[in-house]
């Protein structure tokens, strides 16, 4: 089976840098995702990471190493609006689904 | 363009009912998907239609079944409602299947099974 782990919680400051992190244990990777879901609310993607290292999109970035199935999301200047669950997610060859993570709750706080 | 979009938005069953869910995918888009997010818990994958096709199927009971109809649009049934079955219902779809790129979810369905 594939294992996928993330922290449960977090707990950051209005416009300060926090970096969220997911290991995962997988058979035949095939990529990474890192979704966004408010509340209630529809996951909606942030990004995709195939190859190691880090993609740069705006004030958030992710990074990949393969070797170590290792994953983090790093949020830069932290908007109260950014507090939501962050769900991280693994593809694999030969099949057509993702696997996820139990999220990560992060709340900015004033 | 509309989304993808899941009616109904919130459901109340008795344990032991059916329940049938919808999915309308995206325009153009060919594959649908369905998954199952407990509270405080992520998605887990039910099923993945492709062409009308089942193309996989999660770890799930037979209870749930799913079908994808010629326009592209799904429905999930789930028979015999449970109250383990209470959750909120995520359809994605998505052009082509096997990558999980450019998959986009829908808003979902809570279910509440009482």
């Known amino acids: 089976g594939q294992n996928i782990d993330q922290p449960t919680e977090m707990t950051a400051t209005e416009g300060a840098i926090v970096q969220i992190n997911c290991t995962y244990q997988?058979?035949?990777?095939?990529?990474l995702f890192w979704y966004q879901q408010h509340a209630g609310e529809a996951p909606t993607f942030l990004s995709y990471?195939?190859?190691?290292g880090l993609e740069e999109k705006g004030r958030f970035s992710s990074f990949l190493s393969r070797s170590k199935g290792y994953s983090y999301l790093l949020l830069k200047e932290l908007q109260m609006k950014d507090s939501a669950s962050y769900l991280c997610?693994?593809?694999?060859?030969?099949?057509?689904?993702?696997?996820f993570g139990t999220g990560t709750r992060l709340t900015v706080i004033p | 363009d509309a989304g993808v979009t899941q009616s109904p938005t919130h459901l109340i069953k008795t344990r032991g009912q059916q329940v049938t869910l919808r999915c309308s995918p995206i325009?153009?888009?060919?594959?649908v998907s369905w998954y199952q997010q407990v509270l405080g818990q992520g998605p887990q994958f039910i099923f993945q239609?492709?062409?009308?096709?089942?193309?996989g199927r999660g770890n799930f009971p037979d209870r749930f079944s799913a079908r994808q109809f010629p326009n592209y649009s799904s429905e999930l049934n789930v028979n015999a409602l449970l109250l383990g079955d209470s959750a909120l219902y995520l359809c994605?779809?998505?052009?082509?299947?096997?990558?999980?790129?450019?998959?986009?979810f829908g808003s979902g369905t809570r279910l509440t099974v009482v």
């Open positions: 994605a779809s998505s052009f082509q299947t096997g990558t999980g790129y450019g998959y986009t």
């Open positions: 997988t058979s035949g990777f095939n990529g």
């Open positions: 990471n195939v190859l190691d």
């Open positions: 997610a693994v593809i694999i060859k030969g099949a057509n689904n993702l696997f």
């Open positions: 325009s153009g888009h060919k594959s």
């Open positions: 239609y492709y062409e009308k096709e089942e193309r």
